[in-house]
């Protein structure tokens, strides 16, 4: 079973990712991306779906129009876990 971050942890992943914010009443991280338009956004989700099936580690995230929304957080442990922290990682460098 994968391990919830502890707050010291938390706080070192959140410090490398500068461009993620915490989600209020909810043990997670969250990142809005916008592209030029629609194609530009589907492509940036059809790399972020191979990715996450790579890691087997999946978004919560909605799309519209040129507008993506990634919401990153454990099923597994209910919370944050390093798995949010590598899939965060690999996104901000796509
Ligand atoms: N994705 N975000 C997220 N959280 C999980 O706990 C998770 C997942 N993808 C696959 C997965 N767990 C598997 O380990 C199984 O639980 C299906």
Same mark, same amino acid.
Request: charged share 30%.
């Given at each position: 079973?994968?391990?919830?971050?502890?707050?010291?942890? &938390?706080? =070192?992943? $959140? @410090? +490398?990712?500068?461009?993620?914010?915490?989600?209020?009443?909810?043990?997670?991280? /969250?990142?809005?991306?916008?592209?030029?338009?629609?194609?530009?956004?589907?492509?940036?989700?059809? &790399?972020? =779906?191979? $990715? @996450? +099936?790579?890691?087997?580690?999946?978004?919560?995230?909605?799309?519209?129009?040129? /507008?993506?929304?990634?919401?990153?957080?454990?099923?597994?442990?209910?919370?944050?876990?390093?798995?949010?922290?590598?899939?965060?990682?690999?996104?901000?460098?796509?």
């Amino acid at each position: 079973m994968i391990a919830r971050l502890t707050d010291a942890e &938390r706080d =070192a992943a $959140l @410090a +490398e990712l500068p461009q993620w914010q915490t989600v209020d009443g909810k043990d997670a991280i /969250r990142r809005a991306f916008r592209f030029k338009d629609f194609v530009e956004a589907w492509g940036f989700m059809a &790399r972020v =779906a191979l $990715l @996450a +099936e790579s890691q087997d580690h999946h978004p919560e995230w909605s799309n519209v129009y040129n /507008r993506v929304e990634i919401t990153l957080t454990t099923h597994d442990c209910k919370g944050l876990s390093a798995r949010d922290v590598k899939l965060a990682k690999a996104i901000d460098q796509l």
